[in-house]
Each structure stands twice: as C-alpha cells, then as structure tokens.
Nanobody, 127 residues
Framework: QLQASGGGSVQAGASLRLSCAASGRAGYGRTLSNNGMGWFRQAPGKEREFVASINWRGGLTQYSDFVKGRFTISRDNAKNTLYLQMNDLKPEDTAVYYC?????????????????WGRGTLVTVSS
C-alpha cells in the first residue's frame, strides 16, 4: 500500500527528496488520503525513530529536533503521495527511511499510532 522512493548516496550538504506513493485503505476504512502520515528512519543498530508527520489535510506538521529547519514534509492528496524534502544532509542522517500511514487523521510521533508501513528507502550521507 505504501512505496517509498528517492533514497540514494550523497555527500554532506546535499539534498534529496523522498516520495511515498500510497494506495488503498488503512485503519478504520479510511482512504489513505484521510490519514495522518509520517516519516521514520532507522540507522543500523538503532531503533526506528520519528522524523516528521503531517495531518490529513497537510496543514499541520511536526518534526523531530534533529531535522527541524532542514527537512520538510508535505503531501499531495490528489496524487496520494507523501514527500520528505531533505536539505543540508548530514552523515548522521544516514538510515533507512520509512513512510507510514497513521491510525487517525492527525499527526503522531509514535510508531504504534501508524497502521501501514512502506518498504524503506536507504539514504547514505558521506562526509
């Protein structure tokens, strides 16, 4: 139902834009365009961590402190697509990035509040 793409290997300071194409339904009979959406990441040997989330309309967003000011989450419900614009990438941003559809229409930082996960896309940032 979710397919993330756009990862790659870049040098520090570069930019990437991740996309997440959604289809179908998640949660309580909602179409995915009615779900809050989020991006998470998982570095080798570490737990999955919250990166950014957005409500169903796209008017509300929230970010983890370590990406605030550098990453921007957005969505195009007409295209059923979620985006993560990543600027000024740092080596510590290296991870597999996952998109996820929330249980409700609102934002959430909690992994347990997401009911559908896409296959991740790898981002590698070298110094």
């Amino acid at each position: 139902q979710l397919q993330a793409s756009g990862g790659g290997s870049v040098q520090a300071g570069a930019s990437l834009r991740l996309s997440c194409a959604a289809s179908g339904r998640a949660g309580y009979g909602r179409t995915l365009s009615n779900n809050g959406m989020g991006w998470f990441r998982q570095a080798p040997g570490k737990e999955r961590e919250f990166v950014a989330s957005i409500n169903w309309r796209g008017g509300l967003t929230q970010y983890s402190d370590f990406v605030k000011g550098r990453f921007t989450i957005s969505r195009d419900n007409a295209k059923n697509t979620l985006y993560l614009q990543m600027n000024d990438l740092k080596p510590e941003d290296t991870a597999v990035y996952y998109c996820a559809a929330g249980r409700t229409a609102t934002m959430s930082t909690l992994v347990d509040n997401y009911v559908a996960w896409g296959r991740g896309t790898l981002v590698t940032v070298s110094s």
